[in-house]
């Protein structure tokens, strides 16, 4: 297949190098970042996209994938597909893919999980939202850079649900955290609590794949100083498109809403920018109750 592809950062430029193993012929544009070896250079994302049967943007937010999209939409083929893999608030999503079906482009957001290890080793996992026939289009992408794809419904479900996801994610990570540092103040050794949580009702994907507390479970960032692994800012954005979203569709989210409260204030005001979202755990180590 002809890919164009918008936004060779941290996640794009490996997707990007992917594809090209896979033997497909992908032109590139991005405003800072070099291109992977056998993505050949477009000046701008119009010239990247102009030939192309699929264009995928990896871009850093909503407002400039609705930029991007602009250009790029009227330089597509018809029946061309726009597959954006971005993080975005579900509105954009929606906006962009009414945009592409105006000028008879087909359109899929395909946000994804996995991180910059995944999009290396090919296993991400995509959550689709977009007609059946764009999807079909597109899956043998989805196979080359994941390992999972599943087909959420229409346009903006992807976003949707990437960001119930997170949001569980970060809540639950959260209560982990709060849970080991009121354990230690207990008197409970970390180990014999994640022996007991990791099997007990209490388990979740933070306690047992990816323990916020150092030396006990499996390898997880909080064994290499909380080095990112997914970055406590990350998660902050995701957060706040959950709520921006459940704003807009009036649904009562107060975990969620309190979840990004509590990464706003560790992101900006406490240092927690730059680690793994998991050092929440040394965060309530410091703190006391009130
Ligand atoms: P990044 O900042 O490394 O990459 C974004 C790239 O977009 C940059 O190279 C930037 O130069 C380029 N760009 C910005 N504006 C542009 C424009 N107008 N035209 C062309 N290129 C432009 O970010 P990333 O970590 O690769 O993340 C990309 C997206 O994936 C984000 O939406 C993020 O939320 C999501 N995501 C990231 C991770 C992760 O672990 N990094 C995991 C899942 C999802």
């Known amino acids: 297949m002809k890919i164009g592809f918008i936004g060779l950062g941290n996640m794009g430029a ?40 699929v264009v995928i943007t990896m871009l850093p937010n909503g407002a400039i994938l609705r930029s991007v999209a602009e250009e790029l939409i009227p330089a597509m083929k018809k029946g061309a597909v726009l597959c954006d893999c971005s993080t975005v608030d579900v509105e954009s999503a929606r906006v962009v893919a009414e945009q592409a079906a105006e000028a008879g482009v ?41 390992q999972k794809a599943v087909h959420c419904g229409p346009s903006g479900n992807g976003q949707a649900a990437k960001i119930c996801n997170n949001m569980i994610l970060g809540v ?7 849970a080991f540092a009121l354990a230690d103040k207990l008197g409970l050794d970390r180990q014999k609590m994640f022996d007991v949580v990791s099997t007990s009702s209490g388990y979740s994907w933070t306690m047992n794949a990816y323990c916020p507390a150092p030396g006990v479970g ?26 921006q979203a459940a704003e807009a569709a009036d649904a009562d989210t107060p975990m969620g809403q309190l979840a990004a409260l509590l990464y706003e204030s560790f992101v900006e005001r406490e240092d927690g920018k730059g680690m793994d979202f998991s050092a929440m755990l040394p965060r309530f180590e410091k703190r006391h109750r009130g």
């Open 172 to 178: 639950t990570m959260i209560a982990t955290c709060e």
């Open 106 to 146: 087909l359109a899929i957001d395909a946000p994804v999980s996995g991180g910059i290890g995944g999009a290396a080793a090919g296993t991400l996992t995509f959550m689709a939202g977009g007609s059946d026939a764009a999807f079909a289009i597109v899956r043998p992408l989805f196979d080359i850079m994941g």
């Open 218 to 243: 499996p390898q997880s960032p909080a064994d290499n100083d909380y080095k990112p692994g997914f970055a406590a800012e990350l998660m902050l954005k995701d957060l706040r498109l959950s709520q």
């Open 14 to 53: 490996p997707m990007a190098a992917n594809l090209v193993a896979a033997g497909h012929d992908v032109t590139g544009h991005d405003i800072h970042a070099a291109m992977p070896d056998g993505v050949v250079a477009a000046i701008s994302a119009a010239g990247a996209a102009k030939d192309a049967d």
